[in-house]
């Protein structure tokens, strides 16, 4: 297996390593929060308090990364234009500190006001304590803003490795200052492990920046500096509705107890899990390869054969991905409970806590394959410097969730605004995909359904399996207790991926080969 697939394997792989890192820091991040504070108020709180900051750094930051930061940056640093990228990416990173830390001062005065908005169905209390949370945490924003630069760098770059466990030192960073400090200071802790997470970030990517020989200035009729802000203008627009929508979920959620946000929060952490691990990697990876197709199929006489190359890295993306979230999905909703039990029902987090989170995470689940497509969908329109597309539908998903939350929350509560978290993000994938293929053409004959059938098909037997042995599963090892719990899951988990590869083996289907080639190359092994 050679040419861009491999790369682009290997270049998920890495991510995919780094990704597992930083899920499993997550997972224990997660696993400190709840067992020191909960599913209750304080934690309503904080996960509001940190809200703040991950809306500001989505806006300014996040939507840049892979809608015009990597695409402009991929034009560069090659063919002894690397002084140029440095120019470029001084430019970039002094305008965002000049952006930044005065929008930082501004949320601190008004920080009252968001707290109210987004957590007005909380007591008094908890709003109080959410206050001095945001104004602790909103420093962060600086750091998050460099490292996402930086990160869109060395990924334009095709340096992965350094950015790949970024993530891994900024749930490290809160674990720490959680564990050392909770004691003294509470939920100030979590904050400020999320502040001295961020920086981590950045001192993590160094090694890799040296390389790169970055200019600080600020030249501001650069042309690369439009196209970044000519491309990411209608994705900021989006991401301004999708940011209303973020406090909108939060408002409702904070009305249909004092512990949902706390437990959507830990709900989407497992759903977040299966995407950070593949997906997220795989989109990273594919975006530079999407790009340079995506310009030379719109832009030279050789469009015809670069948009075949676009359609195939694409779809290949989508299948890679497929074949790791479908299991992965069919696998936590069938063991939701004791994975939640296992994981969070530790210290003040009870049974009550695990219902909880299992009933919302019931609900979030049946996104999980149309999430994994779309953000391959997302990042196809932006190769091809397309932002207005999906900012556009990212409206009409939030309109969809609005809808749908405010009918269906009356009746069914917490379940019902996880119900319409998965109807927008659902929809949203459905839309783009069908609008990709408008702008594109179609993408069959590339085995997109040939692999949907094989990992539908395999999932059910994985399914079939559970359903078979689990009986003997649970009287055998002893549930009530962590070990007991712990070897159960591990064993069941063992068997549906059992059920799963061999399934995959019977009918063939290469793509669980690419997965297993590259990471035996990663790894070091070689066949004899």
Not at 31 to 54: D, E, K, R
Not at 236 to 260: M, P, W
Not at 306 to 325: E, H, N
Request: glycine share 10%; proline share 4%.
């Amino acid at each position: 297996m050679t040419g861009p697939r491999s790369k682009i394997l290997t270049a998920a792989t890495i991510l995919m390593i780094g990704s597992a890192l930083s899920r499993l820091l997550g997972l224990v991040r997660e696993q400190v929060i709840a067992g020191l504070f909960g599913p209750t108020g304080t934690t309503s709180a904080f996960v509001t308090a940190i809200t703040v900051p991950t809306m500001v750094y989505d806006l300014l930051i996040q939507g840049a990364i892979s809608a015009a930061l990597i695409p402009v940056f991929s034009d560069y640093g090659g063919d002894g234009s690397r002084k140029e990228l440095g120019k470029i990416a001084g430019t970039v990173l002094v305008g965002a500190l000049i952006l930044l830390v005065p929008t930082v001062a501004v949320l601190e005065l008004v920080a009252p006001q968001i707290v109210a908005v987004m957590a007005g169905g909380l007591s008094a209390g908890a709003q109080q304590e959410a206050l001095t949370l945001v104004r602790i945490v909103l420093p962060a924003v600086i750091f998050l803003g460099i490292s996402g630069i930086t990160t869109a760098l060395l990924y334009s770059q095709q340096m992965f490795t350094y950015p790949a466990f970024s993530v891994a030192a900024y749930n490290g960073g809160i674990i720490l200052l959680a564990v050392l400090l909770s004691s003294f200071l509470g939920p100030s802790s979590l904050v400020l492990g999320v502040v001295f997470g961020a920086f981590a970030q950045i001192v993590l990517q160094l090694p890799a920046l040296r390389r790169i020989p970055i200019s600080f200035s600020l030249d501001l009729r650069h042309p690369a500096l439009r196209r970044i802000t000519r491309l990411y203008a209608p994705v900021a627009l989006g991401l301004v509705v999708s940011q209303i929508g973020v406090i909108i979920d939060r408002n409702l959620a904070s009305h249909t107890g004092e512990d949902s946000i706390a437990v959507m929060r830990f709900a989407t952490t497992l759903i977040q899990l299966p995407l950070g691990l593949a997906v997220t990697a795989m989109s990273f990876a594919i975006l530079p390869t999407l790009s340079r197709h995506g310009v030379i199929a719109a832009d030279s006489s050789a469009g015809k054969e670069a948009m075949d190359s676009y359609k195939r890295t694409l779809v290949m993306g989508i299948r890679l991905a497929l074949i790791a979230i479908i299991p992965a999905a069919v696998g936590l909703v069938l063991l939701r409970t004791p994975i939640i039990r296992l994981l969070f029902e530790h210290g003040v987090f009870g049974a009550y806590g695990t219902e909880r989170t299992a009933l919302a995470f019931l609900f979030y689940a049946p996104q999980l394959p149309f999430v994994a497509v779309d953000q391959l969908l997302i990042f196809a329109f932006y190769a091809r410097k397309n932002t207005m597309t999906p900012m556009l539908v990212g409206v009409l998903g939030v309109a969809a969730y609005l809808a749908s939350g405010l009918s269906l929350m009356g009746p069914m509560g917490l379940a019902g605004l996880a119900l319409a978290n998965t109807i927008q993000n659902s929809l949203h994938a459905v839309v783009l995909f069908v609008l990709l293929q408008k702008a594109i053409g179609s993408l069959a004959g590339y085995g997109l359904m040939r692999t949907l059938a094989k990992s539908a098909a395999s999932a059910l037997v994985m399914a079939a399996a559970y359903y078979a042995l689990n009986p003997f599963f649970v009287a055998y090892f002893d549930v009530g207790s962590l070990q007991g719990e712990a070897s159960y899951l591990f064993g069941i988990a063992l068997v549906c991926a059992i059920a799963y590869g061999a399934t995959l083996s019977l009918l063939r289907a290469e793509e669980a080969t690419f997965w297993l080639h590259a990471l035996r190359s990663k790894l070091g092994y070689k066949p004899t």
